[in-house]
Structures are given as C-alpha cells and as structure tokens.
C-alpha cells in the first residue's frame, strides 16, 4: 500500500512515486511467490486427507467435513488472492505507463491531467491493496483452523490400517475388449469396475512409466478391493473428487463441493461414483436413483455377486 498525506499528493508524485512504485510492484511479486508455495502446501495436504478416507472413523466425520470445508474456502482465498495481485500489478503498470507518458510532455495542461488520473490510480490502487489484504488474512485464518482439525485426523488414521501397497490383483482375465459391466463382487471381495478398450489404451499411452502393460492398468485401476469402500461416507467424498479433478480435470474447488455434496448421500453406493466415466453418467444415475427408475440406467449395467452361503 503506497502511504501518503492527501494534501501533499503532488509532492509524493513528483519526489518518491518511482521509488515507491518499484518497491510495490518487488512486494506483489514476493507474496505471489509465497503464496502460490502455500498452494502446493495445501494440495498436499489436501491429498493426505483424502487418502485416510477409506481407514477413517465414520465418527469423525463432522470433524471431516468442517475440516475439508475450510480447505475449500482456502483454496477460493488462494484464487482471490491469485486475482487480487493481477489487478494490482496492472494498477502498477498504469501508473509506470502515465510516468513515462507525463516526463515526455512539456504542456502544463497536459501534465496536470495526468498527476490527476496518476491520483485516481493511486486511490483506486490502495483500495484495491487493502481487498487483497483482507483475502491474505481470510486465508491464513482459514487455513489455521483447518490444519488444526485435519492434523489429528492425519495422524491418528496414518499407518495402522493401511493395505500393502504392493498388493498385486491377480484375478483379472486378459480380455482387452469393452467391459460395459459394474461388477461388485462379495465372493471375490472386489469391485470390477466397466471400461473402454480406447480409455484404457489412452491412459496406458500416457502413463507407460507407471504401467507394465495395458492388463496393469486393468488391474491397477478397475479392479478394487472392497475394503477401499468400507466407510460409505468418506468414500463417495474420495470417488466424486476423484471423478471431477482426475477424470473431468476440474479445478479443486469444485470437486470438494461435489464431494461435500455426495457425501451423505446414503443411498448412493460410492462404487458407482468409482464407475462413472465422467459427470454425466453419474448425473444419469443419480436421476435415476432419485426416481426410483434405476432399470433405466444404461451407461453401464451393475450386477452383484454374493459370497457363497456358509453351511
């Protein structure tokens, strides 16, 4: 924010505007830099507290959604912070621009209107500055409040509970063809979920490092242990995120409200969010569900296999 008394204005444009304005424009730099660090903060964080959704209490699920709620508002603070810093550096660059335009006329009249429009800049810049420093505050108070309900969280669920990482599906068959099938397994304790051959091809092309063959890709991406789904709640909270940022690349706001959203949907089976393509097949479901016309759903068919009977 650029001090100065009112009535001394002139003074302050004809003595130490450059000084001031260069030094303004190294302080924006610097908080976008640190700000845009405390993106990727969060981010990470953010994923932590996904990836405990599926060893996390349903009992905490209050302390859950408060968390993941302040979290959503960060990252809209981070987005208009992201704005508000825009806005000023164009201010800033104006205001260099009527600089440079003012020291290369002589006519009087002429100067005079540009120290006024160079003030009217200076005004509108420092309110704008202090937008931008509510957004910072807002953020950082957010922020803190969050971490403090999502650390204990973190730390409690981490570790004990979690799977073999390296726990290999050996169940699929090496059938490349569309499987247009949802397939919940009680018997084999895993969801088979439906896929296009050009999907799977597609996302092998893209990722060869991470997969053996497009069979690993199967394994690894449509083939599910049920355990992963054993808290409903948290589950369609991970599945509709999942479905938004990674298969619609939508931005994250709008995948944590989906997710808020879904999340006590009870009568939604999170592994159809894990089966949906993309947004409109689970939109195409979720009509469905909802008028009790489930028969109607054809974007994929969902069958049940029931664990044999223990005589």
């Keep these: 924010m650029f001090f100065y008394e009112f009535d001394n204005l002139d003074n302050f444009i004809h003595m130490d505007l450059r000084k001031k304005l260069t030094e303004e424009m190294n302080r924006i730099e610097h908080i976008i830099h640190i700000y845009e660090s405390k993106r990727e903060t969060l981010s990470t964080i953010l994923t932590d507290m996904i990836a405990i959704t599926n060893y996390l209490d349903e009992k905490k699920s209050d302390d859950f959604v408060q968390s ?9 603070d981070l987005e208009n912070i992201h704005q508000f810093s825009n ?5 800033l660059k104006s205001i260099f621009s009527l600089c440079e335009q003012k020291n290369a006329i002589q006519n009087t009249d002429d100067v005079a209107l540009l120290d006024n429009e160079i003030k009217a800049n200076l005004v509108e810049y420092n309110k704008q500055d202090e937008k931008f420093q509510y957004e910072i505050l807002d953020y950082e108070k957010n922020t803190t409040l969050a971490l403090k309900i999502a650390l204990p969280l973190t730390l409690s669920e981490m570790i004990s509970d979690f799977p073999d990482s390296n726990l290999q ?6 059938i490349l063809n569309d499987n247009p099938i949802l397939l919940i397994s009680e018997k084999e304790q895993k969801a088979f979920l439906p896929y296009r051959y050009r999907d799977v091809q597609e996302y092998y092309q893209k990722h060869k490092e991470s997969f053996s063959s497009m069979e690993d890709v199967i394994n690894k991406l449509y083939i599910l242990p049920l355990s ?9 909270f991970r599945e509709a995120f999942y479905l938004v940022r990674n298969k619609e690349n939508g931005s994250i706001a709008k995948a944590l409200d989906l997710g808020l959203e879904l999340m006590f949907h009870y009568d939604l089976n999170p592994i159809v969010i894990a089966a949906c393509r993309n947004l409109d097949e689970l939109d195409i479901y979720l009509d469905c569900l909802q008028e009790n016309e489930l028969s109607d759903f054809d974007c994929f068919e969902i069958k049940f296999e029931l664990a044999p009977e223990v005589i």
């Design 87 to 91: 806005i000023l550096e164009t201010t």
């Design 169 to 174: 599906n050996n169940s699929s068959k090496k």
């Design 68 to 76: 993941i709620s302040l979290l959503k508002k960060s990252f809209e």
């Design 228 to 236: 992963r789904f054993k808290n409903s709640s948290f589950s369609r």
